[in-house]
């Protein structure tokens, strides 16, 4: 489907991958596994849930400072998210983003904006933009 | 700075804080004169590789900055029982932030120190649970720094002007009517459950809690303040009559209609409180001081358990400023006598202090109820401290009143 959202850009780039729509805020501390991307907050609704390579749909962050931590961890070593829809600007998402790629030069988008109307597919970030990938 | 002119890691710590204040919109950056840094807590090499990264290109903090805990009780070392390497990495990622001239404080409560913020101070905080108390406890201002951010703000010296740094930020949209018998203002847990609520209900947005009255002690409101940055990302709340920027509804909300209107019910506490102690079972240790106990709360502890004896292991999470003080006072001696593990520098739900067990773990904590579950695979019993040491002698799970 067509998405003519304009996203506001936090972190800059490119992504592709599944969505998956949290629903409810996700700490990353505490709430996510760097070493397995398995979502492990047990008051969460998606507990159990792989976020590797997803594209993380989300209302904001929550909780610790240190999910900015536990986001570029995730990223050294591959169990990260793609990238990350937000209906607010998150500064600890954000920062934990971009020390990452400093550090490794890995790349998490991180878009601001509204979730988009479709679900299924692949989905792609591209600067402002988030688009279904046609089958 | 950004240049680089002022170091290479002012300049690297200038470039993270631009862009990040871009992403929040920031029209500016402003001066700050304190900063509390969260990053020293050892979550996996990342955080280890920024550090050194900042110390080999010789950063200095430019403001006092205090160190929030860390993986590693200094004081009592045998407490830790992880693996030796991550306990190899986690001190030599204190170790990197003390080169950087951060203060070996290494409290999840810098507010309990004789140095802290006051009234209108800007300065840029990490932590959840200093923040929201800085923010609505002592009238403080900052936003929530995560790892990285905050000692890119203590490297440079600025932080970006915008949300609870700014008068039009610290305003409440939100207004809860806690509607309770006023003698459940008395009792402890009610501070913490509340906040647990308050997490789940206001999410971002600064709230102002209507009901409350001066019963809502420092304490307490540290209590409630960590369990609502823990439920919800609340990094700010006010409590009209209480709180210091909320001498009336109309200041704490500016004279604006709320946006929403919440009332709580004791109904509404009781399931909460009753959700953060799903744990049923054999009672097989306890932790209380999440966060770190002040020294009112020793004090308090030391008259609960005079004469008495703990039957299963007993931890008191506090810091080492605290604990010092605490023992001049004479609250230490009673609580080791009643078989209590003090822990300092550290906290029992953020890294293997506690024996692999069988059963419950019983905390005060709402933070802790909320996160060791997830850390540490624990089920919990929910009680205040009173039910805590009760059930500790007891060796079972002592609930308190029902309200």
């Known amino acids: 489907m067509v998405n003519p959202e304009r996203y506001r850009v936090l972190v800059g780039g490119v992504a592709r991958g599944e969505l998956l729509r949290l629903g409810e805020p996700l700490s990353l501390w505490g709430g996510l596994d760097p070493a397995t991307g398995l979502i492990v907050d047990r008051n969460h609704s998606r507990v159990g849930t792989s976020v590797l390579g997803r594209i993380v749909v989300m209302p904001h962050g929550r909780g610790s400072s240190s999910s900015s931590s536990v986001l570029a961890e995730a990223l050294r070593l591959g169990t990260a998210p793609a990238g990350f829809i937000l209906s607010e600007p998150d500064a600890i998402l954000v920062i934990g983003s971009l020390v990452a790629n400093r550090l490794y030069s890995t790349s998490c988008p991180i878009l601001c904006g509204p979730e988009p109307g479709g679900w299924a597919g692949t989905w792609e970030i591209d600067h402002n933009q988030l688009a279904q990938v046609p089958a | ?403």
């Open chain 2, 1 to 403: 700075m950004l240049r680089g002119e002022a170091g290479k890691a002012a300049g690297l710590a200038m470039e993270l804080l631009v862009a990040t204040a871009e992403a929040e919109d920031a029209p500016a950056l402003l001066d700050i004169t304190g900063a509390h840094i969260d990053g020293c807590l050892y979550h996996g090499q990342a955080g280890f590789d920024f550090a050194r990264t900042i110390v080999e290109r010789g950063g200095r903090v430019k403001v006092p900055t205090t160190l929030n805990v860390s993986s590693l009780d200094l004081l009592h070392p045998d407490l830790y029982r992880g693996p030796a390497h991550i306990a190899v990495a986690a001190r030599e990622l204190m170790d990197a932030y003390v080169e950087m001239g951060c203060s070996p404080t290494w409290t999840c409560a810098p507010y309990q120190l004789p140095t802290r913020p006051r009234l209108g101070d800007q300065i840029a905080w990490g932590e959840s649970n200093a923040v929201v108390f800085a923010n609505s406890v002592l009238g403080a201002r900052t936003s929530r720094y995560g790892d990285f951010l905050d000692i890119c703000c203590a490297l440079t010296g600025r932080a970006p002007s915008v949300g609870l740094h700014t008068d039009e930020g610290r305003l409440a949209k939100l207004v809860i009517e806690v509607d309770v018998p006023t003698h459940l203002l008395d009792d402890e847990l009610l501070y913490p459950v509340l906040g647990h609520l308050l997490g789940q209900v206001a999410g971002t947005e600064v709230a102002v809690l209507v009901g409350l009255d001066h019963r809502a002690t420092e304490d307490r409101l540290k209590a409630l303040g960590a369990a609502a940055a823990s439920s919800g990302a609340v990094a700010m709340f006010h409590v009209a009559g209480v709180t210091p920027e909320a001498a009336t509804l109309n200041e704490a909300t500016g004279g604006r209609l709320p946006s929403r209107e919440v009332t709580i019910t004791v109904d509404d506490l009781t399931r909460a409180r009753r959700s953060l102690g799903r744990g049923d079972g054999p009672l097989a240790a306890v932790s209380v001081g999440t966060p770190h106990f002040s020294v009112a709360e020793l004090g308090e502890l030391a008259r609960l358990v005079t004469g008495q004896r703990t039957l299963v292991p007993f931890y008191v999470n506090t810091s080492r400023d605290v604990l010092a003080e605490a023992e001049r006072q004479g609250s230490i001696a009673p609580i080791e006598r009643f078989g209590a593990t003090l822990v300092t520098d550290t906290c029992t739900y953020i890294t293997p202090i506690i024996d692999a067990v069988v059963g419950v773990v019983m905390t005060n904590s709402g933070k802790w109820a909320f996160y060791a579950p997830g850390n540490l695979g624990v089920e919990v019993a929910f009680g205040g401290l009173g039910a805590c040491v009760d059930s500790a002698v007891a060796g079972e799970v002592a609930q308190g009143a029902e309200w």
